[in-house]
């Protein structure tokens, strides 16, 4: 019995460091599965900004806004596509997953950018055509008093 009693302690302390271990390596794990549904739901955020750029760059041009206006918004899309991301370096990675989320938020800003193209073309085309109108009412005018 004094034997067993003797060996107590090196079997609770044997115990408290398994456990630690297993919360350990838990813990790990956890922080893993963590980082990779942060990182897919990073590239998901990605792939939707650019199908939204992408549909929102069509509509643009589809609705008669000039090549010349959409191409620097375009090409600064491809540049932000082009640029690589930071690899994971640490099993939690921050800037990883960072970086992922500014390229879509930079995306989606881009697709703004693009609505915004469109309105000012917009708003230059009406006050052409007021400016075209009122220089026809003029000569409308004069041609009537001549």
């Not at 004094?2 to 044997?14: D, E, M, Q, W």
């Not at 309105?119 to 003029?138: P, S, Y």
Request: charged share 20%; hydrophobic share 50%; net charge negative.
């Amino acid at each position: 019995m004094i034997a067993f009693s003797g060996l107590r302690p090196v079997v609770v302390v044997t115990q408290v460091v398994l456990t630690f271990g297993a919360a350990q390596l838990a813990g790990v794990a956890a922080a893993g599965h963590y980082q990779q549904d942060q990182v897919n739901t990073a590239e998901a955020s990605i792939a939707s900004a650019d199908q939204a750029f992408d549909a929102q760059a069509q509509r643009v041009m589809a609705d008669g806004t000039p090549q010349a206006s959409v191409d620097p918004v375009v090409a600064m899309h491809k540049r932000l596509q082009a640029d690589a991301v930071p690899s994971s370096n640490f099993f939690i990675d921050r800037l990883r997953i960072d970086a992922l989320n500014k390229r879509a938020a930079d995306t989606q800003a881009l697709t703004r950018q693009l609505a915004a193209t469109e309105t000012q073309v917009e708003v230059t085309f009406h006050q052409q055509l007021q400016a075209a109108i009122k220089a026809l009412r003029d000569q409308v005018d004069a041609a009537k008093a001549a």
